[in-house]
């Protein structure tokens, strides 16, 4: 590999490796039994848990829009890599709820940049082939989802939950490392290293919002991203709630990142020409298949349901990602910065609210919100079809 750009594109796709580790974490450490005792976990504790974590990339993405618009995308990843190599056994080492709530805050700040950085590189570096290239990012991140619930099931009878953590982190620092070490590969090549001319970011939020649509994108993130996050979140507590064992449903867990990765795989090329009607394909089929896997009572559908939602949702945030680069003119760190605030926001709401209503009612009823969401996401990519 050989072109600056393509190399600079290979070190975001290792950082959203780590950053899909560490969105795998909430949905495997705290189905975990000796977490659920030694924390004293209620349902609703879980889905504040699962908040916490997206309260901090809520914070980080909000300020990373700047930071790598200033720093440039290779420096971002490079500082964001290792802070999560640092707050990752941090985690390992917590002794109480209260603990892990505060590392997984600083855990989701530290993280932010990777993800905003990685997408700014796709958008500006292959305008041509966003979608493709996004959703490229998009299987690393579920590459790394996968990688944490199945280590953990495959290692259980030699190490803990907490040593595979332990060892995210390790990655994490070798992620840096790399970024460091590509440095005069890419410094040609990184636009977010060429500053001149740029505005600032709050002059760039300015001009976003007086292009047609905006807010309409701003909302679509907002959902997809609150999605992802509940299906990563709530998939294993919704399996332990159907009757089944942590183990099993940490496998669930895992074949749920497995559709993810398989349909990101196999129709990420595809849509470049026609993204807005994959988002709303996608996003209808979502809404069927979670309404089928709530209403049924079969195990078996319990077992093979969230498969079948990451092989149906897989395309909806990458692509609108994509379709938002496409319409939203102006700085790609910011623009990013913006987007992926919006879609932490949504990760903090829904599964919070999902943990509310499952503690009340049961998971089936909490989940039962996807449905909404999703189809929400169908009319909006409507509006936002006109608006373009």
Known sequence: MTDPGERLYAVACAGMFVFGMMLGLPGTVLGQSDTVAQFG????DRGLLIATLFAGLLVGS????ALVDSLGQRLALVVSSLLVAVALPLLASASNA????????????????INTASNAISSELFPEERARRMNGIAIMVGLGGLTMPTATVLASELVTWRAVVV???VLSAVVAALAVSSREAVARHDPGAARSGRTS???????????????WFLLL???AGANEASMAGWTSTFVIASGFSASQATAVLSSHW?????????FSSRVDQAKAVAVERSAALSALAVLVLVVSGSPSLALIGPFVVGMCMALVMPTSLALAGERIRGNPGALFGVLLTVAQVGGIVLPASIGLVAEQTSVRLGLSLL?????????IVRRVTRDG
Not at 98 to 113: H, M, P
Not at 201 to 215: D, Y
């Open 98 to 113: 209260a603990v892990a709530s505060s590392v997984l805050f600083a855990l989701g700040a530290a993280a932010a940049s």
């Open 258 to 266: 497995l559709g993810l990765i398989l349909s990101r795989a196999s």
């Open 41 to 44: 976990l209620t349902l609703a």
């Open 167 to 169: 060892g995210g982190g």
């Open 221 to 223: 993130i907002l959902l």
């Open 371 to 379: 449905v909404v969401s999703f189809g929400a996401i169908t009319l």
């Open 62 to 65: 909000f300020l990373s829009g």
């Open 201 to 215: 970011t709050s002059a760039a939020l300015r001009q976003f919002a007086r292009q047609p649509g905006f807010t």
